[in-house]
């Protein structure tokens, strides 16, 4: 399983340490718990706890982000590229205009250097490219139909294993101007 503290103040939950993957019983769960609070606490000013979330694990995959933003001067964006921490790391992305049909989400997804990654790869099966088109397609009709709500959103990672995609994180801001 898998303990994530929910915090508005924390957008980087890996990078806050307020995470904890591959838990195995309550045990573990309560140490993680414990480690949470800790950690929260020995911030200054400390962050708004919410709660926490549990998660069952999933199995691993290709991981991508897909999310939006609103650009002062281009209006609503669609971006796609390696998810987890490996789109800051590698910065392997793609962007678009929102919105945008499924078959131009194809296009999108092959100007990604890791392009080769959703077609299978080292016992990995490839990815269900029509599904995983159609959820870039959806999140850009979300951008551009909130982006007076919304000033960006992202799922990041998406964990994609053959026709199996399963969000396990997002992030939403809420539009500064509202």
């Given at each position: 399983?898998?303990?994530?503290?929910?915090?508005?103040?924390?957008?980087?939950?890996?990078?806050?340490?307020?995470?904890?993957?591959?838990?195995?019983?309550?045990?573990?769960a309560?140490?993680?718990?414990?480690?949470?609070?800790?950690?929260?606490?020995?911030?200054?000013?400390?962050?708004?706890?919410?709660?926490?979330?549990?998660?069952?694990?999933?199995?691993?995959?290709?991981?991508?982000?897909?999310?939006?933003?609103?650009?002062?001067?281009?209006?609503?964006?669609?971006?796609?590229?390696?998810?987890?921490?490996?789109?800051?790391?590698?910065?392997d992305?793609?962007?678009?205009?929102?919105?945008?049909?499924?078959?131009?989400?194809?296009?999108?997804?092959?100007?990604?250097?890791?392009?080769r990654?959703?077609?299978?790869?080292?016992?990995?099966?490839?990815?269900?490219?029509?599904?995983?088109?159609?959820?870039?397609?959806?999140?850009?009709?979300?951008?551009?139909?909130?982006?007076?709500?919304?000033?960006?959103?992202?799922?990041?990672?998406?964990?994609?294993t053959?026709?199996?995609?399963?969000?396990?994180?997002?992030?939403?801001?809420?539009?500064?101007?509202?």
């Amino acid at each position: 399983m898998v303990l994530k503290a929910l915090s508005r103040d924390l957008l980087h939950k890996t990078e806050e340490g307020v995470i904890y993957l591959n838990l195995k019983n309550e045990e573990e769960a309560g140490a993680a718990h414990d480690a949470i609070i800790e950690r929260i606490a020995a911030r200054s000013p400390a962050p708004r706890l919410d709660g926490m979330l549990v998660q069952r694990m999933v199995a691993p995959g290709v991981e991508i982000v897909v999310g939006g933003r609103v650009d002062p001067q281009f209006g609503p964006l669609v971006v796609v590229g390696l998810g987890g921490v490996l789109v800051e790391v590698l910065n392997d992305t793609a962007l678009a205009p929102a919105p945008i049909a499924p078959y131009e989400a194809g296009a999108l997804l092959r100007e990604l250097r890791a392009f080769r990654l959703l077609q299978g790869y080292r016992g990995l099966p490839g990815v269900d490219l029509a599904l995983l088109c159609d959820i870039v397609s959806r999140a850009s009709e979300f951008i551009a139909d909130q982006c007076q709500l919304v000033s960006e959103f992202d799922l990041n990672p998406l964990i994609c294993t053959g026709s199996k995609i399963t969000a396990v994180d997002a992030l939403i801001v809420r539009a500064a101007w509202i």
